[in-house]
Structure formats: structure tokens, C-alpha cells
Antibody
């Protein structure tokens, strides 16, 4: 079974750093890009960026460029999303998803279970 | 940047048909994908490439795409279909999600 398993919920203070993880299993991790998606409380889905685990090439959404860092360790089949200085506005659920691609399109399947990040003083 | 427009909500009685539109400039030239998100759960792929269903997705869920609007159709709606539904496309620079539609089963 193809699965993405994310790390657990986090509660942090403003200014702190954080790294959350997404481990893939049941498929060849380096054959598919991993994307990260944000969902703020009561809001919709926002694409943050994606990484090719085979060479760690990264593409960020302009909305998130410079605010987060995406990385991956192909040796352990894990992708990461990290912040160097959290803000209260980073409070959200974060999902990773395997990116399925064809010549003309891409979509996401499956998704991780989500990691809830709460930033509060 | 490319914008996908969805109505905030759609209400439908059990057994009836729900149609969820996703508007975008010349969206018919793109492949549209749909996700279902139930409360407290991660999104699930429902329809990909306009009208294909992953294994395990009931035939009651179908998609179409033409001109400036794509549509997700839910036939014979059940109480368990109550959820948020998102459309998504890929552009040359990014993946884009619609704003989401909450389907309420009356």
C-alpha cells in the first residue's frame, strides 16, 4: 500500500524553528515528486511547493518562497518542510502529497494524514 | 496567476444530483482534478484528468470539462457525501486549487 506518514502535531512559540516530516512507503520514493500543501483554519488548500527526491530540485510557490524550506533525504524516503522563525500566521494544517505527473498535467495521490502546527505565545 | 472559482456551498437532497462547478479562463484546455475532504480528514483524490476515477471511487462521482468551466457531478447523493470538494489544475509554473465547495446533504 502506498502511504505517506507525517510527523505529529507541534506547538511552538513565535520565533522558534521547526521541521516537520513526511515518510513515503510502498513505492519507489525517488520516482515521484512530493508537494506540500497548507490549509489554514477553516480555509482552503494552498500549494506551497514541490521537491524531486531523486536530486532535491525544488520549486516553490511565489507565495511561500523565502518563508519555508523544502528538503528531502532519499536514503530514508523522507521529505521535510521547515521554518527558521515561526509566526502566529503559520498556524495551519500542513499536508504532503505524492505528485502524479503526465506530459500535460499533475495531481496528488495519496496525501499524508496532515501535521497540525500551532504557533502561539 | 491562474484562478479557479468555485461556489462556497451547494445543498442537495439525498438521492438527488449535485453539480459543483469550477470556473477558470479556458479551463477546457487543461486537465482538471477533484478532491474530497471530509471533516478532520486529509483530502482524497476523487477524479483526475477531467473524468477518470481512481480505483475504489464509486461511479456516482463523475467529471466533465469544457470551455471556461469544469463540473464535478455527484449522482444519487448520500449523507456520507457531505464534505468539501476542491478542483485543481497544473499550470506551467505551479499547481492551483480552487477555493472549495462545501456540499451539504439536506
Amino acid at each position: 500500500e502506498v502511504q505517506l506518514v507525517q510527523s505529529g502535531a507541534e506547538v511552538k512559540k513565535p520565533g522558534e524553528s521547526l521541521r516537520i516530516s513526511c515518510r513515503g512507503s510502498g513505492y519507489s520514493f525517488t520516482n515521484y515528486w512530493i508537494s506540500w500543501v497548507r490549509q489554514m483554519p477553516g480555509k482552503g488548500l494552498e500549494w506551497m511547493g514541490k521537491i524531486d527526491p531523486s536530486d532535491s530540485y525544488i520549486n516553490y510557490s511565489p507565495s511561500f518562497q523565502g518563508h519555508v524550506t523544502i528538503s528531502a533525504d532519499k536514503s530514508i524516503g523522507t521529505a521535510y518542510l521547515q521554518w527558521s522563525s515561526l509566526k502566529a500566521s503559520d498556524t495551519a494544517m500542513y499536508y504532503c502529497a505524492r505528485r502524479m505527473t503526465t506530459v500535460t498535467t499533475s495531481y496528488f495521490d495519496p496525501w499524508g494524514q496532515g501535521t497540525l502546527v500551532t504557533v502561539s505565545s | 496567476s491562474y484562478v479557479l472559482t468555485q461556489p462556497p456551498s451547494v445543498s442537495v437532497a439525498p438521492g438527488q444530483t449535485a453539480r459543483i462547478p469550477c470556473g477558470g479562463n479556458n479551463i477546457g484546455s487543461k486537465s482538471v482534478h477533484w478532491y474530497q475532504q471530509k471533516p478532520g480528514q486529509a483530502p482524497v483524490l476523487l477524479v483526475y484528468d477531467d473524468s477518470d476515477r481512481p480505483s475504489g471511487i464509486p461511479e456516482r462521482f463523475s467529471g466533465s470539462n469544457s470551455g471556461n468551466a469544469a463540473t464535478l457531478t455527484i449522482s444519487r447523493v448520500e449523507a456520507g457525501d457531505e464534505a468539501d470538494y476542491y478542483c485543481q489544475v497544473w499550470t506551467s509554473t505551479s499547481d492551483v486549487f480552487g477555493s472549495g465547495t462545501k456540499v451539504t446533504v439536506l
